[in-house]
């Protein structure tokens, strides 16, 4: 479980921009107020790399609300899929208004828990898990754990996909990837956001990654522009990714 204290989230206005801080951090969300759905921050951007995989996943999971950046792309450009966000903090889910994220539907929900017990015992199996749950201290214990994501795997569906948002290039980072590489049995990439500062992990099955390096650039060429405009940077990133793990995970030549 999350044992970390929770903090109370700060708003910040001006006449472009509305954002999300903790008392302890820098900038977590932002949304521009003449374009509330567009993905401001590069991270955000980056974590929609699963598109390369998978450009129309039926339900997705987001642990990690924030101002609602990604629940808010997705809602308006993957209208046909159902959406779950999992906020540990009851304060950041009540400056929805604020980020003008869209009301609870049949294909929308906010719910108010803990993302490491809510994907224990998830109410159903989904294509992708996105994981965004920092607090001013940084990326939790919870959201990091070898447990924690060997109860993601169990919550994705066949040819699932989990994405995780973490550091870039620290020790964390290093091991946090061990964790991921051990809990989906070594199918995992990962690529720095388009202007550092964070990694984005994606993990799944082998037979997954390699089946997205051969279907690369029809996969590329059949996604929405709105899609390839986000992902203009990280794409080539993603795919050298695919590249290097598909190498070293190839048997030895007889």
């Keep these: 479980m999350n044992d970390t204290p929770i903090e109370r989230p700060r708003l910040h206005t001006n006449s472009q921009t509305v954002s999300l801080s903790f008392e302890s951090s820098l900038i977590q969300s932002c949304m521009r107020l003449d374009a509330p759905d567009e993905l401001v921050l590069d991270?955000?951007?980056?974590?929609?790399?699963?598109?390369?995989?998978?450009?129309?996943?039926?339900?997705v999971l987001m642990i990690g609300l924030g101002g609602g950046s990604m629940l808010k792309y997705l809602h308006k450009h993957l209208p046909g899929t159902d959406l779950t966000a999992v906020e540990i903090n009851q304060d950041v889910i009540d400056m929805r208004h604020e980020f003008l994220i869209?009301?609870?539907?049949?294909?929308?929900?906010?719910?108010?828990?803990?993302?490491?017990?809510?994907?224990?015992?998830?109410?159903?199996?989904?294509?992708?898990?996105?994981?965004?749950?920092?607090?001013?201290?940084?990326?939790?214990?919870?959201?990091?754990?070898?447990?924690?994501?060997?109860?993601?795997?169990?919550?994705?569906?066949?040819?699932?996909?989990?994405?995780?948002?973490?550091?870039a290039d620290t020790e964390q980072t290093r091991e946090v990837m061990r964790r991921l590489s051990k809990a989906f049995s070594g199918g995992v990439i990962s690529a720095e956001s388009d202007e550092g500062g964070n990694d984005i992990a994606i993990a799944g099955s082998l037979e997954g990654l390699t089946q997205g390096l051969s279907q690369f650039e029809a996969n590329w060429s059949a996604l929405a522009p709105i899609h390839q405009e986000i992902l203009a940077v990280s794409s080539s990133r993603f795919q050298r990714a695919l590249l290097k793990s598909v190498r070293l995970s190839a048997p030895p030549a007889a």
């Design 102 to 167: 869209p009301p609870d539907s049949d294909t929308l929900r906010i719910v108010c828990d803990d993302g490491a017990r809510f994907v224990r015992k998830p109410p159903q199996a989904y294509d992708v898990i996105l994981v965004d749950g920092f607090t001013g201290q940084g990326l939790p214990e919870a959201l990091c754990s070898r447990s924690f994501y060997q109860h993601c795997r169990a919550a994705l569906a066949p040819n699932g996909w989990l994405v995780a948002n973490v550091q």
């Design 43 to 59: 991270y955000t951007r980056a974590m929609m790399g699963f598109l390369l995989f998978n450009p129309a996943p039926r339900s």
